[in-house]
């Protein structure tokens, strides 16, 4: 079965203006509240959900997951015990070895992209980069499944979200996310900054009485207008417009909003998530999820380790590791790492050799992801890369997807397959692009040993 999601951007011209002038902020938040249903679900069956951590940069994953101490590419970083039994980390990740009996690391991964955005596109969207077309992001993916009942998708219908607020939100995003690519501008995520700062253009800049006179100004210009017929270029979008407009007001309103106020949190836990932009975005992450927000980002840069790898691989852990530790751990404490799916990585790793520079460059040919809750393994580690890597193959990218040293490779569409079906999604379900061009939402293989049985 084929559908199409038909949504198109919207041109308010000068009448946009009216709609910014109520205080609405209307061109993001709209977008990203439009197709937000009244759904009623079961609150003992929270939907399926993604946090994504985002390591811009490309996080090496000889000092974070898959250490060699003692070895000629090992560096100076040394392996710790976890709680996953014999499951080893590195030394930077004291934090996150606590919670590794939550996790599962795969350390096989294989790439095709060694350029910063298109190795992102790739990981975020399962697919390389395509000059015809856009793909979505998983958690655009997510979102739009949400609003579909084809019947395809392991989804009960009383089991999908019905929050006020965006269900795809971005914090700190440093670079451009892959978005929602040809499934429209609705799905595209809600982006803000540090959650220090209070979410802008959500609340009303004048007083309520002002407010209410400014919507009644642009029901009044933009409804007759439409009744007229003269409104041609928006004539077709008018299902999505008003209820677009209906959403940000009920968003303007919704006491969701508090979840994004990470200083309402006690100050043991503000603490335990580190007092950094990242750890409050991953604290903001976690309290978004409890309130039914289906996907959200957060990103940490600072991992593009071409000189001096050791100490900036150790600086951005030590960013990462108490955030990603207290997230996992208050997930599972209020029994909601069932249905969340945390996934951390980056683009590709950094390269086994360490360069003149005391670096490491990019690398595709075995790089790591750490993946916690929903159906994926607990305690486990899929691959694994040899410590014995030829000193000609330990310099960089290439195009080609090398294996050698590499234990059960798993390639980046493989993995992506992977977490959409740990969603409960269909993998090989077809959408028709704008242009009629039918897609599949990802063209990898499920890995199935590392998912739980169902």
């Known amino acids: 079965m084929v559908t199409s999601p038909s949504h198109r951007r919207l041109h308010f011209g000068r009448r946009q203006l009216l709609a910014g002038s109520a205080g609405l902020g209307v061109s993001q938040l709209a977008r990203a509240c439009s197709v937000a249903a009244d ?255 289906r996907c959200v980002e957060v990103t940490l840069g600072g991992w593009d380790t071409h000189i001096n790898n050791h100490e900036g691989q150790a600086e951005a852990c030590s960013t990462l590791d108490p955030a990603l530790a207290a997230l996992i751990d208050r997930l599972a404490e209020r029994r909601l790492l069932e249905s969340t799916v945390v996934v951390c990585t980056g683009e590709f790793g950094r390269t086994p050799k360490i360069n003149a520079a005391a670096g490491r460059d990019h690398w595709v040919q075995g790089f790591s992801t750490l993946i916690a809750g929903g159906r994926f393994r607990r305690g486990h580690v899929h691959g694994a890369t040899s410590a014995e890597v030829r000193e000609e193959e330990s310099g960089g990218t290439r195009e080609g997807q090398s294996t050698r040293g590499v234990e059960d490779p798993a390639t980046v569409s493989d993995l992506h397959a992977t977490i959409v079906a740990s969603l409960g999604l269909e993998t090989t379900v077809e959408w028709e692009t704008p242009v009629g061009r039918p897609m599949k939402r990802s063209d990898g293989r499920v890995i199935g040993s590392l998912l739980q049985p169902t």
Not at 122 to 145: E, K, N, V, Y
């Open 39 to 293: 759904r009623h679900p079961d609150p003992g069956a929270p939907p399926p959900s993604i946090i994504l951590l985002w390591l811009q940069g490309g996080p090496s994953q000889l000092e974070t997951f898959d250490p060699h101490p003692g070895t000629l590419i090992g560096g100076d970083t040394r392996a710790i015990r976890t709680s996953a039994g014999s499951v080893r980390i590195a030394g930077t990740l004291p934090k996150l070895a606590e919670q590794m009996h939550h996790a599962t690391l795969v350390r096989s991964l294989v790439g095709q992209e060694g350029d910063h955005q298109r190795a992102q596109y790739h990981l975020q969207t399962g697919f390389r980069p395509d000059a015809t077309l856009t793909h979505p992001s998983i958690g655009s993916i997510l979102c739009h499944a949400d609003d579909q009942s084809d019947g395809h998708d392991n989804q009960p219908r009383g089991r999908r979200s019905t929050t006020e607020i965006p269900r795809h939100i971005s914090i700190l995003p440093e670079a451009t996310s892959a978005g929602a690519g040809y499934l429209g501008a609705a799905y595209d995520p809600f982006r803000i900054g540090d959650p220090k700062q209070r979410v802008p253009d959500v609340r009303p800049a004048v007083d309520e009485a002002r407010y209410a006179r400014r919507i009644d100004d642009l029901r009044s210009v933009v409804e007759p207008e439409f009744l007229r017929g003269r409104l041609k270029s928006l004539e077709a979008d008018r299902t999505l417009h008003l209820p677009s407009i209906q959403a940000a007001r009920r968003l303007m309103s919704s006491e969701q909003l508090v979840a994004f106020e990470v200083d309402r949190e006690p100050i043991g836990q503000q603490l335990a998530f580190g007092q950094t932009p990242f750890g409050r975005g991953v604290l903001a992450a976690a309290r978004l999820i409890e309130v039914g927000v």
